[in-house]
């Protein structure tokens, strides 16, 4: 399809031992990288129960949170995660859905700061890069401080650093400082858009825009009843996504401010399955793929044709068995009769 495939997992949906399944899957059926979410949990901990179930596969967290973590303890994880994967493992960091799910709910329960998103990323970033590099024993930005910086690793490769790209200011960010730049949610017109701004600013700065790994989330859901496969793929989508102002916003600014606002009407009068049947046809089809295996094995190539260099599949199951969704997910994109060399 001429794009590597990564994958992200839920690792509240799935036991430690099922982890270690997936990630030796992973490895047999060539993935690029294994990516673990974060929700209530330290995603770090699952990179390290992938990398070291796995011996080929790269690990990495989509996304860790940034702002409960000092960039120093990101630095350190990072160093020893590298150790014990040898080389494998990849930063993703971003900001995360941090708007509250429903009224009465906290927006960031670690109390930390929130403003000026740009120039925190930006700094700690840096502040990552110089501490993995051993090029400073102190830092003193203007958000981040720390002084005796030793690492007792450093990494013989730079340990790339992925930034959660969902708008205009994050993309060109990730132009001038990532390695790489993650989108989730966002339709094709939104994806090139995000792309440009990114290589633009690479450009800007020295950098050359085709060193910057382009990836772009893409729910899946595969089952052989299409009308089955479409419906699970909306209620997964709706909760706990369209609850959550964040990705209504994403999914208004992808064309369907209608459908967001149909949605909004049913939370209100508590009609969580009419919210879900709001979503169209034509917002889902923007953002997932969701069918019959063959079918969603072609209809996956015109997200590649987006100017993707990999894309994440992001299984979810028409049933009740996340484990399952995850190994036919590879099966399906992956086989092994073709992934090995």
């Not at 700690?124 to 003193?140: K, N, W």
């Not at 690793?153 to 990532?178: K, N, T």
């Not at 094995?297 to 969704?325: C, H, K, M, N």
Request: proline share 5%.
């Amino acid at each position: 399809m001429g794009a590597t495939f990564s994958m992200l997992y839920l690792p509240d949906v799935v036991s430690p031992d099922q982890v270690r399944r997936l990630a030796g899957a992973a490895d047999e059926h060539g993935l690029d990288i294994l990516f673990s979410a974060e929700d209530n949990y330290d995603s770090f901990v699952y990179d390290q129960l992938a990398g070291s179930a796995s011996t080929r596969i790269r690990v990495g967290s989509g996304v860790a949170r940034f702002y409960k973590r000092h960039p120093l303890l990101v630095a350190e994880a990072a160093a020893a995660l590298d150790q014990i994967t040898g080389g494998r493992f990849v930063i993703g960091i971003g900001s995360g859905a941090v708007k509250p799910a429903g009224p009465g709910a906290e927006v960031n329960r670690w109390d930390t700061g929130e403003g000026n998103l740009i120039e925190r990323l930006d700094e700690y970033i840096r502040f990552v890069r110089l501490a993995l590099g051993g090029e400073t024993r102190e830092f003193r930005g203007t958000f981040y401080r720390a002084r005796d910086i030793r690492l007792h690793h450093i990494p013989e490769d730079p340990i790339p650093i992925y930034l959660a790209a969902g708008g205009p200011r994050l993309s060109r960010l990730a132009g001038r400082v990532a390695d790489g730049m993650l989108m989730a949610f966002v339709d094709e017109a939104r994806t090139r858009r995000f792309i440009d701004l990114m290589r633009e600013a690479a450009l800007a700065v020295n950098r050359d825009p085709n060193d910057i790994e382009v990836m772009a989330l893409v729910p899946i859901c595969i089952d052989g009843d299409r009308e089955r496969a479409r419906s699970a793929l909306r209620h997964h989508l709706f909760f706990p996504y369209l609850m959550r102002p964040h990705y209504q916003q994403q999914f208004a600014e992808n064309g369907f401010a209608d459908a967001v606002e149909l949605i909004k009407e049913h939370l209100e009068q508590n009609d969580l399955e009419g919210a879900a049947r709001a979503i169209p046809d034509a917002a889902l089809d923007a953002i997932a793929v969701a069918g019959e295996p063959g079918a969603c094995v072609e209809r996956l190539q015109s997200f590649v044709d987006r100017g993707l260099t990999s894309v994440i599949l992001y299984p979810f199951p028409a049933g009740d068995d996340w484990s399952g969704a995850y190994l036919d997910a590879l099966d399906v994109f992956l086989p092994v009769t073709t992934a090995r060399s």
